[in-house]
């Protein structure tokens, strides 16, 4: 199909349209000359895909052909894939008559008055006619591969095993932004971290600051001065590890969060890893007899699906290959016994009979009916699964039910690689967006990726996808998303992992109004981030914005210095419910905001996680209204009237404590006593009695359940450390439940009482 022709090469000067900006050539070829496809015919498409470093308008092409005649050239926008979108002329079709093949030919197109304000991709290419030339191709060894061909209505990527062709295109700058302005920044270097694919952050040794799992085999410790240390060999998780990724969890409820890492060899096991509380931890698969066998595993996922505060382990397997003839493994469900200290396989009846190529684990409780469900990412074309908690272990697949499984179209789905949960319309209730693989050439019969709106209980828990309406644009090859308010406004904001070579990922913001807006140019992660894979949020350096770790070429930690508005974040800790919260969630209201958040147990690919810390963006809000936390189990407390741009520890029955920067544990609780109030419940009046734990200002006040502040019974008072009574007169309000509030200097404790008439 090729034949090879060699040129001598003459450069062509393109003059600046303007005096006042310096024209920039974009090419992906080597200038080389080599040869052309000699079997395109009528009909057939050749073009390449460029990509702006920033808002431009187009000035010219050129290109090199072989032979002379009447050449039909388009000027295409992007349709979210690696192909151009021939139905989508930007511009009139500009036809060249080309009569000397023996230089480049360049093409004018500044009239046109072309620009690209956001930086995307747009693509130049020519409609073959019969009898005309044809474009040349270089000798392959080019930076990137961007040229396609269409023959036949069928799809090619033209530089695999031949070039790329010899068509540039000149442009010219406007509104740039320095580098030094991006909202992120990629800090590699200054914090000492590499190897980026699977991330997931956790902090391992509770000294409070998130430590980063990379692979499931790479550990970097937060040294808490914006600086990690590699420690896997140390830890002892890096001998002999073949892990493709790996998830944080406390199964055994210590305290003390363990790994698990999965591994797409056949040749060897997932691994569990016991943290053993001095900085270390011991390959346990034995131990606690987690021998998930020799399958090809590509994700996991922790959760508590009975509330008894022992986490279960849900393992998505995926496929031998075999030349086309692909194996498929089962998944696995496994619940934690703490009186025998071992797992034991609980896998679902459904998930038994079905095998599918697993990616991604997501839990979460998503028709708020207290017990965690878990959503499974599915990849070849497979449908993914919604496993609903019916209690027990009582899991049944209803994805189909709730409208989350996919669209059937000519018998197959989707390639979904990862998916993420988050109430991303502040309506109370949690949303999925499911990031699928889907080639446009393909698209007959395969989901594009989906932003499932949870409709509620009005609507039943069923989900509607709104992606399109929301303006999230179709990307071919969208991987792994993650939900995190990174400007503080909040509302969530998505990022999404774009794989294959000259992909970039995606950060949209969240408008307030349903509706997302790309900011990647400004962001800082246009042309910076190409090829990437998993993707989690932290704020690392603790400052008070979401940092984000990116796995993939370019990627890495990138570091938030955006101007972000107020916020607050709570670390939870279960007592009767799991130590680390998963599967637990709190509401924060401040002003117009009503923000919902889960603590995460795993999402996008792999067992990708965002730190375990709720993030809550107050924009120019200063109070937090009040807090609600609900806990697996059922408790719910109330905290009011808590000041912005702090971190809170709320300990399960036990209060809201101030975190302090640096620790080993948290600071007891127990320093401050709130009894409950006596007598409860009350007809007119009621005793509050308190003991601080040292001698200091209290304040203590009474709430109504809608945050209303309705009595108060100490304003910043000095209390010695002994036990003190107050009485509340509350016979002029009305029935009802109240929570009474005290706030000392370590945070706050509440008490819930009943005024009955």
């Known amino acids: ?18 005096p006042f900006a310096e024209p920039v050539e974009l090419f992906y070829d080597n200038g080389n000359p080599r040869a052309y496809f000699d079997q395109t015919r009528e009909g057939d498409i050749e073009a390449v895909r460029f990509t702006p470093a920033h808002p431009c308008s187009l000035l010219s092409f050129r ?31 500009v036809v060249v008559n080309v009569d000397d093949d023996a230089d480049w030919i360049t093409v004018d197109v500044a009239e046109s008055g072309l620009s690209f304000d956001i930086p995307r991709h747009f693509h130049i290419g020519y409609v073959k006619q019969n009898s005309q030339p044809w474009l040349m191709l270089d000798g392959g060894d080019n930076r ?36 030094e302005d991006f909202i992120f920044s990629n800090v590699n270097e200054e914090a ?52 493709n990724g790996g998830s944080w969890g406390d199964f055994d409820n210590d305290g003390r969060l363990d790994i698990f890492t999965t591994n797409s060899r056949l040749d060897a096991e997932d691994r569990l890893y016991h943290n053993n509380g001095d900085g270390t931890f011991s390959f346990a698969n034995d131990e606690f007899w987690l021998n998930n066998g020799w399958d090809e595993t590509q994700a996991s996922g922790w959760g508590d699906a009975d509330g008894d505060g022992f986490l279960e382990l849900y393992v998505a397997n995926s496929e031998l290959w075999n030349d086309g ?10 619940r934690f016994d703490a009186n025998d200290n071992i797992f034991i396989d609980v896998t679902p009846h459904d998930i038994e009979r079905n095998r599918h190529y697993g990616r991604g684990v ?31 272990f009582d899991f049944r697949e209803q994805a189909s039910r709730y409208g989350v499984q996919g669209v059937r179209q000519q018998g197959y789905y989707g390639h979904t690689i990862g998916s993420s949960w988050a109430d991303y319309d502040n309506d109370g209730d949690f949303d999925l967006f499911v990031g699928n693989l889907a080639h446009p050439r393909f698209l007959s019969f395969s989901d594009k990726s989906m932003l499932y709106r949870n409709m509620g209980a009005d609507g039943g828990w069923e989900f509607e996808d709104v992606r399109e309406e929301a303006g999230i644009a179709y990307d071919e090859t969208a991987s792994s998303p993650a939900w995190g308010d990174y400007d503080n406004d909040g509302w969530l904001d998505l990022f999404i992992t774009s794989v294959y070579e000259g992909r970039q990922p995606y950060l949209y913001h969240n408008e ?42 370019h990627g890495g930690l990138y570091q938030n210095n955006g101007d972000a508005g107020h916020y607050l974040q709570v670390e939870m800790r279960g007592v009767d419910a799991n130590r680390f919260a998963f599967g637990c969630r709190a509401e924060a209201h401040a002003g117009d905001l009503h923000m919902l958040r889960q603590v995460q147990s795993g999402m996008g690919t792999g067992g990708c996680q965002n730190m375990m810390a709720l993030h809550f963006g107050l924009g120019e809000n200063e109070t937090v209204d009040s807090l ?3 806990w697996l189990g059922g408790d719910v407390e109330r905290y009011f009237d808590l000041p912005a741009d702090q971190r809170y520890i709320a300990v399960q029955g036990e209060g809201l404590l101030n975190a302090p920067p640096d620790r080993s544990e948290p600071e007891p609780p127990a320093k401050f006593r709130l009894d409950p109030p006596c007598p409860n419940p009350f007809n007119s009046s009621v005793m509050i009695r308190f003991a601080p734990g040292a001698p200091g200002e209290v304040t203590i006040a009474v709430y109504d359940l809608a945050g209303r502040r309705v009595a108060e019974l100490a304003d910043g008072c000095c209390f010695t450390a002994a036990t003190h009574s107050l009485t509340w007169d509350a016979s002029a309000l009305s029935a009802g439940s109240y929570i009474v509030q005290a706030r000392f200097e370590g945070g706050l404790v509440t008490q819930n009482l009943t005024s009955v008439k």
């Open 1 to 18: 199909m090729l034949r090879v022709l060699v040129f001598s090469l003459t450069a062509v000067v393109i003059a600046a349209s303007a």
């Open 63 to 93: 290109f090199r052909v072989d032979g002379t005649g009447e050449m039909e050239w388009h000027i295409w926008g992007d349709n979210g894939g690696n192909m151009c979108d021939p139905d989508n002329d930007l511009i009139d079709p």
């Open 144 to 179: 990137e591969t961007r040229s396609h061909l269409r023959i036949n209505n069928t799809w090619y990527v033209a530089g695999e095993g031949a070039g790329n062709y010899l068509l540039r295109a000149t442009v010219e700058y406007y509104d740039e932004v320095d580098p």
């Open 192 to 243: 000492g971290v590499r190897g980026f694919s699977r991330v997931a952050w956790g902090d391992y040794d509770n000294d409070g600051w998130e430590d980063l799992l990379v692979n499931g085999r790479l550990l970097f410790h937060n040294l808490g001065d914006g600086t990690f240390e590699e420690v896997a060999d140390d830890a002892g998780i890096a001998a002999d590890n073949p892990a």
């Open 325 to 334: 003839n692909p194996t498929y493994y089962r998944d696995y469900l496994y």
């Open 362 to 392: 997501a839990w979460c409780d998503f028709d708020m009916d207290g017990d965690m469900d878990i959503y499974v990412s599915n990849y070849r074309l497979h449908p993914n699964y919604l496993l609903v908690n019916h209690g027990g």
């Open 512 to 553: 307030a109004d349903g509706t997302f807006t790309n900011v990647n140019y400004p962001a800082g992660f246009h042309m910076n981030c190409y090829n990437s894979w998993g993707a989690a949020w932290c704020d690392y350096d603790h400052d008070g914005d979401l940092d984000i770790a990116v796995g993939g070429n």
């Open 628 to 630: 609600i936390v609900s």
